[in-house]
């Protein structure tokens, strides 16, 4: 038998079988292994006959006393077993399983788990499980025993026979992939004691130990992998050495003073700056935390002491309106900004790089054009991308690459479960901003079905008659996806023509020119669009304090996440706003994702319930991130070993950065199958 074979040439696991292992994910040898236990029972405490407590599950070694009877009452035939020890006798009775009166022999010793029942004076054990006992291994009695996700047809004993048999043929060919040195620093054991102990643990220390290495394997493979996707960045001496770190200047024209946690992540960005190495940060902060004033703080210092900014945004709107919430406050301190767009003409572009090559542009702000080969800084000392996931990390990269080794200053609004985040952004340090400046309206979030139609529409008029505006958001399964983003269309055109015949109305989605959607966005901004009907293009940055109604159909299908960055669209200036989600899902999960958000504001609450309530591999949308479910780690418990994962990959990479010594070839080949897409991982 070898790892890899098909199920099927395990004993006994043929036709049928092997289709109801499949259908549980089991496809081969190897398969069957890491069909870890969901649970455990432990059943390892055998009584006496005369121990035994009635209405719970016991454990009992007995002879069989006499030949089972069997009998038949109402629609029931009972087979009932006579037991007995040196203390005294009980029974044991199971249903509609005749074929057992003749499976127990009279005279052998068996151990039996389960309920006993106190009736007519007896003692009854109800449908227990039963093992011969003698020459054979008891697996599901007298220990701790594994229970595992099964099928009709798969029963629990079948499957725990199944993987003794296979453990048994095979611990030899486990193979240790985990570097000796690793393996020893964070104390784990060896790969075959531990898959020999998930499954049938001798006690509770040896299942912990198991269970530790193999989530530290996982984990490690997963994180040793993503660090080599994104390329490992070694803390390098950084080029832009700054000495300056007064941001005075900057506070006195700002119109507000920093939040507490503004101040703090503001006081680590600059103790990575006086550490003189690299900075790689994410900052993390719910939508309106202030995450810009920081960026314009990191700037400032870095114009300060001579060096120059970019700062990426993922679309043009976006970029525009950093450019001018920049302008107003560097005009002030002769900080020059410059923007660089898709719309620039030609001439204007060439002025524009020459600035920036000859270093009178301190801040360049802009969509991709940053990144362009034509465009050339005098000293980069700071790369900011903005709404970081809507980058790949090639962007990123080649944005630092810009420069000298610049700092890397990524900051994102998806609220990110930190246990995730560790993960996705394995290469970064981590602040979060977790404070809103003060004087903030709570939006409130209504959770309807589509009965409430005509009231929301109402509720949308009353409030366009009030001078507000409006977004109505539509899901597409993916943007771009041709029949959703029709039916989005459709849909606008039946609120503009049946609904809101008075009321100025337009859609906005993802296929359409960047032009066109610039000229939408600006003219919803300035008020001469009262809905905008839009696919989730809108959910990054957008700023238009004067629309308070958030309108989201079929709300199930998005994540927690994004129906919270969507809803921070709204709740911008100074009315009451309105986020109302409307779904006619029945589904119960779908039900208490959408409690979760009309209960809470926290983005980072929500992310965590969103999390626990669809699991990870759903987070994100699997598809979209390539991060393989995981069969063992459990992102919510298991973050101390988390960290210790995230240490042990750096170590490895600072060994071997190219995991090219012998000592560590064992463990590259497992990164390669552990992710099967790997060409697909592009986040973070
Ligand atoms: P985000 O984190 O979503 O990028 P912004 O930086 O765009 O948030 O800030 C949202 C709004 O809050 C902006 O209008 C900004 O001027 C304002 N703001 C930022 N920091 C503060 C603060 N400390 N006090 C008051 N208002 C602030
Ligand atoms: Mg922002």
Known sequence: MELYNSVDVIKNVGGERKKKFNKLGVFTVLDLLEH???????????????????????????????????FTKGRFQIVKAKIHDDRGTVYAVWFNQPYLKNALKVGESYVFTGKAVLKYNSVILESPDFELYGEKELLSTGRIVPIYSATAGLSQKIIRSVIKSVIDDISGKIDEFIPEGIRKKYKLCERKFAVLNIHFPENDESFFIARKRLVFEELFLLQAKLLQVKGFIKKRECAAIAEDFDISGLTEVLPFSFTNAQKKVLSEIILDFKNKVTMSRLVQGDVGSGKTAVAMAAAYIMAKNGYQTALMAPTDVLANQHFESFSKVFEKLGVRCVLLSGGLKKSEKRRVYESIELGYAKIVIGTHAVIQDAVKFDNLGLAITDEQHRFGVRQRNKLSKKGNNPHILVMTATPIPRTLALILYGDLDISIIDELPPGRQKTDTLFVNSSYYQRIYSFIKKHIDRGRQ??????????????????VEQYTEKLKNEIFQNYRVE??????????????????????????????????????????IMLIENAERFGLAQLHQLRGRVGRGAEKSYCILVSDSENKVAKERMEVMTKSSDGFEISEKDLSLRGPGDFFGTRQHGIPELKIANLYKDIEVLREVRRASEELYINDPLLEKEENQKLAAEMDKFFRETDNIDFG
């Open 507 to 548: 859609c906005i989605h993802g296929k359409f020119k960047a032009d066109y959607k610039n000229y939408v966005m600006e003219s919803f901004s300035k008020g001469d669009i009262d809905i905008l009907v839009s696919t989730t293009v809108i959910e990054v940055g957008i700023n238009v304090p004067n629309a308070v």
């Open 470 to 487: 409006a977004y109505i958001i539509c899901p597409t399964i993916e943007e771009g996806e041709k029949n959703d983003l029709k039916a």
């Open 36 to 70: 870890f236990p969901r649970d455990y029972n432990d059943r390892s405490d055998l009584r006496k006959t005369d121990e035994i407590i009635i209405n719970e599950e016991n454990t009992v070694k007995g002879v069989i006393s006499t030949k089972p009877d069997i």
